[in-house]
């Protein structure tokens, strides 16, 4: 069974990906800029509520993910705050301004969040060598990496994921995200073996279509145009 996790910005959004069939939420506040930290109140609300282990991201402010002292001092921050409100997990990541992981920045963040379980998020797809920054990820005891094989979308990068799963080797989870659709969700998952994916969960009827392609279920992919 493949886990599909669904990233969202909205309430709204995180109950319906639930009942859609999301065993994970990736809880943001602004999805126009690729994801910030949410407010504690939606947090709370969101594991109130949603059923799923609900992970909300990390993150300071938008942009690049090279980050100085003083966003780093918020997100350490943040993360304490979740940790003590109940969170099963976080979503991180930052790079250094040469192109690798930042192990020290990240090293702090995981430290900071203790038993919780960790994601380290799109950041990958900035960095200039994945084979070497998954490495990274590996050594830093990090679980699960979020990326699209540093192409477009997940599928344009299938067969980076593909080798990317091959190198993790059961080490660290692979995730793939990015654009994907229902009509190559199923493709996708067999092409690079990934046990999970990631997608947003803002149009709840493409997510439905994934989930059921995924799922293996007849109707899957929506019409196009």
């Known amino acids: 069974m493949v886990l599909l996790e669904g990233c969202t910005d909205t309430l709204p959004d995180a109950l319906r990906a639930h009942s859609l069939g999301a065993g994970r939420i990736e809880l943001c506040d602004n999805l126009a800029v690729g994801g910030t930290t949410p407010s504690h109140g939606m947090v709370a609300v969101a594991l109130e509520r949603c059923g799923v282990p609900v992970y909300p991201i990390i993150r300071s402010r938008g942009g690049e993910f090279v980050f100085g002292a ?18 099963p997990g976080v979503v991180i990541g930052a790079v250094t301004p040469d192109g690798a992981v930042d192990p020290d920045m990240t090293a702090r963040l995981r430290d900071a969040a203790g038993p919780m379980d960790l994601t380290f998020h799109k950041a990958f797809d900035a960095v200039r060598d994945q084979a070497e920054a998954l490495e990274t ?11 699209s094989g540093g192409a477009g ?10 080798a990317l799963v091959r190198q993790a080797a059961g080490r660290i989870v692979v995730m793939p995200g990015g654009g994907i659709i229902a009509e190559h969700a199923a493709m996708l998952v067999a092409h690079t073996g ?5 997608l947003r969960a803002t149009d709840g009827m493409r997510f439905g279509a994934v989930a059921r392609a995924v799922r293996g279920e007849r109707g899957a992919a929506l019409p196009r145009g």
């Open 70 to 87: 003083d966003d780093l001092d918020a997100m350490l921050r943040d993360v304490s705050h979740f940790r003590a409100l109940g969170v």
């Open 137 to 147: 990820l590996i050594a830093l005891g990090i679980p699960r990496v979020l990326t």
């Open 153 to 162: 979308t997940a599928w344009e990068g299938r067969d980076a994921l593909a």
């Open 194 to 198: 990934a046990t999970e994916i990631h």
